[in-house]
């Protein structure tokens, strides 16, 4: 029997040696296309989820997301005052050009939103809760998918963050809340979706990327400052006035941010801004904590509008210096009027430092924090003098400058 099975074994072994050279050389021969150059493995290609396509999530995702997704629409009334000098307004605002022409003006507004919870609160930007200058919003409207105009009120909003919340009250088919991812787990280069009404088409759809993380933008505010906004979200997905407060979007149908604003230059393309979805998720409980509360700028206020000593200006206030800013226009209660600080004087130093042009004395002042006491060294009708202002917060409001009358109270 034991002379039996060894020679079955031996010539069984020798056979599968046999069988697996013809089996190498076949494949070298059949399959050499499979490997590289140098014979190394092919690389391995993610395959779609169960067959699903990016641009079939990236179309589901917007299905699901759009009806949550409304366009906010105000309706503005106040006063504007028109100099009586327009020469000096060119150089000082009106300030004290005479008396002005007191007009009264009705206005509209726009911007976007999303559903942020299942009690009717819309979340959008804060500045698209401020009335332009002057103006007072007397009719704030959320229209959704489904074409409803339902009324809405502000809940409160937080400047320094530019995050707001307003609601609609009693609205028996409001869409499911949008969800808020982790921003803290983003990668440039991943896909980013915007939904939003820009330029007052509605539900418009722009696609893009996450290009770069903790991006500053400096954004103006009503009462003609800009509060630099830091931590940014940028993104390649086309951004337009009206697409304000509206969603950016994953992949997934998940909100990584809420869109902003964009470059300021007539040649950018494609870079636009957005507050990080951790960011809004923070600020948004904070604001339901505390409703009613309109939280300001956190940012420091001199109040005053500023000039560049161009030759006519120089001329205008009788200034042969060199060096310094002009004070175009002083607000009315503000610390520089408190102080002494009218329109035609010039700012030539703040804390010992020169200055000889707005952005940078602009952006030293919006340095400091509400509190803070800022020296200037000021020349006022030929004269030279000291003062220390200690400054107010960056208004939400439109202050007034001296020599034009206050706006009415409405009702």
């Known amino acids: 029997m034991k002379n039996r099975v060894l020679p079955t074994l031996i010539v069984g072994l020798v056979g599968a040696v046999i069988g697996s050279f013809l089996m190498m050389l076949y494949a070298s021969s059949h399959f050499g296309g499979a490997t590289g150059p140098d014979r190394t493995p092919p690389a391995v290609a993610a395959v779609p989820l169960s067959g699903v396509s990016d641009q079939d999530r990236i179309v589901s995702a917007v299905k699901r997301t759009k009806s949550s997704v409304v366009a ?6 106040g006063q504007q005052v028109i100099p009586a000098d327009p020469f000096f307004q060119q150089f000082f605002g009106g300030g004290q050009g005479g008396p002005g022409i007191v007009q009264p003006y009705h206005g509209e507004a726009s911007g976007s939103g999303f559903v942020i919870d299942s009690n009717g609160d819309i979340v959008t930007n804060a500045h698209v809760l401020q009335p332009p200058s002057g103006g007072k ?16 009120r502000v809940i409160a909003y937080n400047l320094s963050a530019d995050v707001g919340i307003l609601r609609v009250d009693n609205y028996s088919k409001l869409p499911p809340p949008l969800e808020l991812a982790d921003s803290s787990r983003l990668e440039a280069g991943q896909w980013a979706i915007a939904i939003g009404e820009p330029l007052e088409l509605s539900q418009t759809v722009t696609g893009g990327g996450v290009s770069a993380f903790d991006r500053s933008e400096p954004i103006p ?14 993104t390649s997905a086309p951004i337009n006035p009206g697409n304000s407060g509206g969603p950016l979007l994953d992949i997934d149908g998940q909100v990584i941010g809420m869109n902003q604003s964009t470059v300021k230059s007539a040649y950018a393309q494609g870079i636009g801004f957005a507050i990080p979805s951790n960011t ?7 604001l339901q904590k505390n409703p009613g509360a309109h939280q300001g700028t956190d940012t420091g206020f001199l109040g005053i509008y500023m000039a ?5 200006v120089k001329n205008q206030i009788g200034y042969n210096g060199s060096g310094g800013v002009a004070v175009q226009q002083v607000f009315s209660g503000s610390p ?5 600080i009218q329109p035609g004087d010039v700012i030539l130093q703040a804390d010992g430092k020169d200055f000889d042009n707005i952005k940078d004395l602009h952006n030293y002042i919006s340095s400091k924090k509400p509190g803070d006491t800022i020296r200037l060294n000021v020349w006022s009708r030929g004269l030279k003098k000291f003062v220390a202002i200690k400054l107010s917060e960056t208004p939400a409001a439109q202050p007034q400058p001296q020599g034009q009358p206050q706006e009415e109270q409405q009702p």
Not at 221 to 234: A, H, R, Y
């Open 137 to 152: 919003i007397t009719k704030l409207t959320v229209v959704f998918a489904n074409g409803d105009h339902m009324p809405a």
């Open 308 to 312: 560049d000593l161009s030759a006519g």
């Open 72 to 77: 906010i629409t105000e309706e503005v009334n």
């Open 221 to 234: 505010t009503e009462n003609g400052s800009e509060i630099d906004f830091k931590g940014l979200l940028q």
């Open 280 to 286: 809004v998720r923070n600020v948004v409980a904070a």
């Open 336 to 340: 520089a009027d408190q102080s002494g």
